[in-house]
């Protein structure tokens, strides 16, 4: 078995350690990162090298501008999770879209992103919507991943609601907050500030919290096609409901019956939902992924 070496441009904002040296929310585990972003095959294996050395692969983000960085026997792949369109286009604070616009890096070769919601293959570029990424991962993982089963909390236990998202880039956060306050009490993730030095992506820490609550407002910064977080899949591997709004085809990727989506209606479907256990569970019970997707694999050649 051959070994593909893999390394990080740091400065364009990647955010990939080792899991014991992760001290931030945001940063994803290096083996998570590896087995969501990279073909998966029993011909090779992957190291991750420092930055400086020779490698076959390198990995940059939306901070990224200095092609200089880039080398021609590499094969150069471009990544974004972030929220590339909350002002209605892409840029903003991101330097790589103020430099090069959405594919104009020369040296890129893949295109990982965070706001497309089909693949594209051509000669010059391939595109790769990272919500292919993230259901890839999640079939493969969530029997591994999820919450144990000696670690859920009955239904009887479970408090009402918890708000995960602190910013206001969604106006319909307050709004459903607003509302749901209404029927019980809901918190929110800065009571908890221990979370900050613990990956977003799947801890043990976050997925034992959400257990704890019927209902997670999962609402993305933005209504774009395509940008779906890691937001939605931590709540199915916590055992808990996903209120969601977002990215208006999640319905394309996710079965719509296992959240409830912000409409018109959801405060009658929660009061439902809140009071019976035997509808709770069988949203909880519901597969999650659409078919077409329930075998899709990364694949691009190293």
């Known amino acids: ?63 990224h501008k200095d092609e200089n960085l880039l080398r021609n026997n590499e094969l150069n792949i471009f990544f974004s999770i972030e929220n590339l369109r909350h002002n209605g286009k ?43 990424a993230r259901l890839s991962y999640f079939n493969r993982f969530q029997e591994i991943v999820r919450l144990p089963k000696e670690k859920e909390i009955p239904f009887s236990e479970k408090k009402f609601a918890l708000m995960i998202t602190q910013n206001t880039l969604n106006p319909n956060k307050r709004t459903i907050f607003n509302a749901l306050t209404q029927i019980g009490g809901v918190d929110q993730i ?4 221990y979370l900050k030095t613990k990956t977003c992506y799947n801890s043990p820490e976050l997925l034992e919290l959400f257990n704890k609550y019927k209902f997670i407002i999962t609402f993305e910064n933005s209504h774009t096609a395509g940008y779906i977080t ?27 019956g296992s959240f409830i989506p912000f409409t018109e209606n959801i405060i009658n479907i929660i009061n439902m939902v809140n009071n019976n256990e035997e509808m709770y569970n069988k949203i909880i019970n519901i597969d999650k992924v659409q078919d077409k997707y329930k075998d899709i694999k990364i694949t691009y050649t190293i």
């Not at 800065?190 to 500030?193: I, L, T």
């Open 1 to 63: 078995m051959s070994v593909k070496r893999i390394r990080f441009i740091k400065q364009s904002g990647t955010h990939v350690l080792p899991q014991q040296e992760i001290q931030h929310y945001y940063v994803q585990p290096q083996e998570q990162f590896i087995q969501m972003f990279l073909p998966q095959s029993d011909d090779y294996s992957y190291k991750v090298v420092p930055e400086s050395e020779p490698a076959d692969i390198c990995f940059y983000s939306v901070q």
């Open 90 to 132: 892409r840029g903003g604070k991101y330097a790589y879209f103020n430099k090069f616009g959405d594919y104009g890096s020369k040296k890129t070769n893949i295109f990982f992103m965070n706001d497309e919601s089909y693949e594209y293959r051509g000669s010059d570029k391939i595109v790769i919507p990272v919500i292919h």
């Open 190 to 193: 800065q009571m908890f500030p």
């Open 230 to 256: 890691e937001k939605i899949f931590n709540v199915f591997l916590a055992k808990s409901i996903p209120i969601y709004d977002g990215a208006p085809n999640i319905s394309e990727f996710i079965k719509p």
